[in-house]
Every structure is written in C-alpha cells, then in structure tokens.
C-alpha cells in the first residue's frame, strides 16, 4: 500500500510540475482553466481506476486517462531533460565567463524548449504505441539429456501478461493469436495476468483464443490480475478459451512435464495450496524434464536443480524505460534466460516482457515477446 500513496504522490506531482512548465512557458491567460480541469482530473483518474468506476462511459474516461498516462511519462522526460539542459548550460556560463555559453543560455528559455518538449514528446508516445502492438519472436533451443535420443523436439510457444481490457480487445488478440499461430506450437503456455476486466461477456476473446492450435495442449497459470478481477471469473473465461489451468498440477506432456502454480500473492485465498512449488515438484518422477510455470519470477532455493526450466512473467521489463532498472532491483534476475545455481544442481529460468500492457497502452524499450522453446534431446558425443 505504501508503493501505491508513493506512486500516486508522484504521479499528482508530475501534473504540478507539467502546469508550472506551461505557465514558464505562455505566460497566463484564460487558457489555464481547462488545462487545471484537464490535469486535475487526470491526476485523481488513478484512484477512479482502482475504484473500478463503472458502466461504458467509465471504461472510455479510464481508457483515456491511462493514454494520457502514457504521453505524460514522456512529456516528464523532455521538460526534465530540458530543464537541467537549460541549468547546466547558466552553470557553466557563469563558471566559465564563457561569452558563446552565455548566448546559448539565453536561447535556451522555457518559450522555446517547453514546445519542442512536447513535440518530442508526442513523437515518443507514438512510438511507444507502435512498440506495444508490433510483439518480437524469440527463439530458444533447449538441450536436455532427459529426453531419449532421437525424440522428436518439441516446440512450445510461451506468452504472458496479455491483460486483456477494453485497450487489448479482439483486433489486437487475433493479430497476436495470428503471430503465435504461425510459429506452429505443439504445445502453448500463458503465464499469468491474461486478463484485465470482466471476461464475462468477452466472447469473442475466448473464441479467437480457442482457434489457436496446439496439439499437445494449451495450459495456463493464474497472475496477480486474475484474482484482482475475480479469479472465479477469470478461471471460468480461461477454461471457455480451452485453456487447462495448472493450479499446483503437474501433467506429462510430448516427454516432458509441466508443471503450473497459482500467484503466490494470494496464497492464502487457495484451499490446498497451489502456489506451492516444492509440494508440486515433490510429485514428480527424478528424471523427467520439468517446464515450470510461474507468473513472477520467484523461486525456492530449495527448488533449484529439481526443475528444468522455469517460465515467468510480471515484470513487463518495465514496459518502458527505466522500469527494467526497478524490476531488476526487485526480483534481481535479468530479463531473458537466466541460470540459477543451488545445492541441488542448476536450473534455468526464462523471464519474458510478456505480450501485452498494463496501465498505460505504451512500451519503450522494452518490446512485447512471444517466446518459442525447442526442447530436443542432447547430441551424443563422439
């Protein structure tokens, strides 16, 4: 609770310090009515969001809201950079007695820099969005010892953090289906935080999630979302997708196992426990090739070296920068595939920015994945 009052003082301060910027800027005028109305009211849509504020015209002001979420974060950036550009720049005038240092300071006042500001800023927006709708495919060949020489590989596409809401709806999810199709899956595992809003009418959703084809099954976890929006709700929208939900099982699939828990932010609303990672490793066989899923990127230390390859989410690697610094710092694995060493032997862990946003419909420097992972024997050595 603490992180959301700090995230929330922060974000009501950047509205202060974009009002302040403008007023440097043009001066006053009658123009500071609407802008006061606009930003107050974009400031307090943070606590409307979590409120859940009801009915279409709800949805459509939060949608909006969080559009402008995403254009401040940018605009902040520019009139910050400025700002100490502009300092530095009178700083080492004044230091220097430099004459050309004091004639560019004078050029660099908020008149002019506060417009090329938001320009840049509105120019950065727009790629962010293009960045958020245009997913990368990664490609990982997985190695293992545990299945029989000469098995055939298989091929498992793996996505997380779609949040499905009124900002990702059916255009987007066909067009991400589509990319996920084309890489032929056997097998194919979202990791959590699917959706972002009532599911219960999202049939169409469900429908084009359904279309995709996987032979050897389609499974799922649950994330931290869905229990924010109803996790009846949202388990009952992932079994209409023809999804199988993992809640601490494990299931052989294609020579491998795979094994799924519950987010263990809300270990106690689950009766067994299914956020439990060792209680499901402990049913499985030594031998197999486990494929773990978990939607953060947690792991008991006493788990390490009795699960192959563990697939998480959750961290959106910032989705825009420099958020990948804080998710770092906070779950201090790397982005990508990582390499855990505990007494029991190594495991890998991969942690993927996931496919889709949450607040703000915007990545920047942090691009959306799909993963695909070929798990094939190991060669024998001559």
Same mark, same amino acid.
């Given at each position: 609770?603490?992180?959301?009052?700090?995230?929330?003082?922060?974000?009501?301060? !950047?509205?202060?310090?974009?009002?302040?910027?403008?007023?440097?800027?043009?001066?006053?005028?009658?123009?500071?009515?609407?802008?006061?109305?606009?930003?107050?009211?974009?400031?307090? !849509?943070?606590?409307?969001?979590?409120?859940?504020?009801?009915?279409?015209?709800?949805?459509?002001?939060?949608?909006?809201?969080?559009?402008?979420?995403?254009?401040?974060?940018f605009l902040c950036y520019c009139l910050i950079a400025a700002d100490l550009l502009a300092l530095l720049s009178r700083l080492l005038a004044f230091a220097t007695k430099g004459a050309w240092l004091r004639e560019a300071a004078g050029h660099l006042v908020a008149p002019r820099y506060v417009p090329l500001a938001i320009a840049l800023?509105?120019?950065?927006?727009?790629?962010?969005?293009?960045?958020?709708?245009?997913?990368?495919?990664?490609?990982? *060949?997985?190695?293992?010892?545990?299945?029989?020489?000469?098995?055939?590989?298989?091929?498992? /596409?793996?996505?997380? *953090?779609?949040?499905?809401?009124?900002?990702?709806?059916?255009?987007?999810?066909?067009?991400?289906?589509?990319?996920?199709?084309?890489?032929?899956?056997?097998?194919?595992?979202?990791?959590? *935080?699917?959706? *972002?809003?009532?599911?219960?009418?999202?049939?169409?959703?469900? /429908?084009?999630?359904?279309?995709?084809?996987?032979?050897?099954?389609?499974? /799922?976890?649950?994330? &931290?979302?869905? !229990?924010?929006?109803?996790?009846?709700?949202?388990l009952d929208f992932m079994k209409r997708s023809g999804l199988t939900v993992l809640r601490g099982q494990a299931v052989e699939v294609g020579g491998i196992t795979i094994a799924g828990v519950d987010d263990g932010s809300f270990a106690g609303r689950f009766e067994p426990d299914s956020t439990d990672v060792l209680r499901v490793l !402990?049913?499985?066989?030594?031998?197999?090739?486990?494929?773990?899923? &978990?939607?953060?990127?947690?792991?008991?230390?006493?788990?390490?070296?009795?699960?192959?390859?563990?697939?998480?989410?959750?961290?959106?690697?910032?989705?825009?920068?420099?958020?990948?610094?804080?998710?770092?710092?906070?779950?201090?694995?790397?982005?990508?595939? &990582?390499?855990?060493?505990?007494?029991?032997?190594?495991?890998?862990?991969?942690?993927? &920015?996931?496919?889709?946003?949450?607040?703000?419909?915007?990545?920047?420097?942090?691009?959306?994945?799909?993963?695909?992972?070929?798990?094939?024997?190991?060669?024998?050595?001559?």
């Open positions: 609770m603490r992180l959301f009052y700090l995230l929330f003082t922060l974000y009501g301060l !950047s509205h202060i310090y974009v009002f302040v910027c403008l007023r440097r800027a043009f001066g006053g005028g009658k123009w500071q009515i609407p802008v006061l109305i606009w930003l107050t009211a974009m400031a307090v !849509s943070w606590l409307w969001r979590f409120g859940r504020m009801p009915g279409p015209v709800g949805e459509k002001f939060q949608d909006i809201s969080f559009c402008w979420m995403g254009f401040l974060v800023a509105l120019v950065l927006f727009v790629y962010s969005l293009y960045e958020a709708r245009n997913p990368r495919v990664l490609r990982l *060949d997985i190695a293992t010892a545990k299945l029989a020489p000469g098995a055939r590989p298989l091929r498992v /596409a793996a996505v997380a *953090d779609l949040h499905l809401s009124s900002l990702i709806g059916p255009r987007m999810l066909e067009r991400m289906a589509g990319k996920i199709q084309a890489l032929e899956p056997d097998v194919l595992l979202i990791s959590g *935080d699917l959706v *972002d809003t009532d599911m219960r009418l999202r049939h169409e959703d469900a /429908a084009i999630l359904r279309s995709i084809r996987a032979p050897m099954g389609k499974f /799922a976890v649950s994330g &931290n979302h869905e !229990s924010y929006h109803g996790l009846q709700m949202s !402990s049913l499985i066989p030594e031998g197999r090739f486990v494929l773990l899923v &978990n939607h953060k990127p947690y792991y008991p230390e006493a788990a390490l070296g009795r699960f192959d390859l563990q697939f998480s989410g959750h961290t959106h690697a910032g989705q825009f920068w420099p958020g990948e610094l804080i998710t770092k710092k906070i779950y201090r694995v790397e982005q990508g595939l &990582n390499t855990l060493f505990g007494a029991k032997g190594s495991s890998l862990l991969f942690v993927t &920015n996931g496919l889709g946003f949450w607040g703000p419909p915007i990545r920047f420097l942090a691009p959306p994945e799909i993963v695909l992972f070929t798990i094939r024997p190991e060669e024998p050595h001559p």
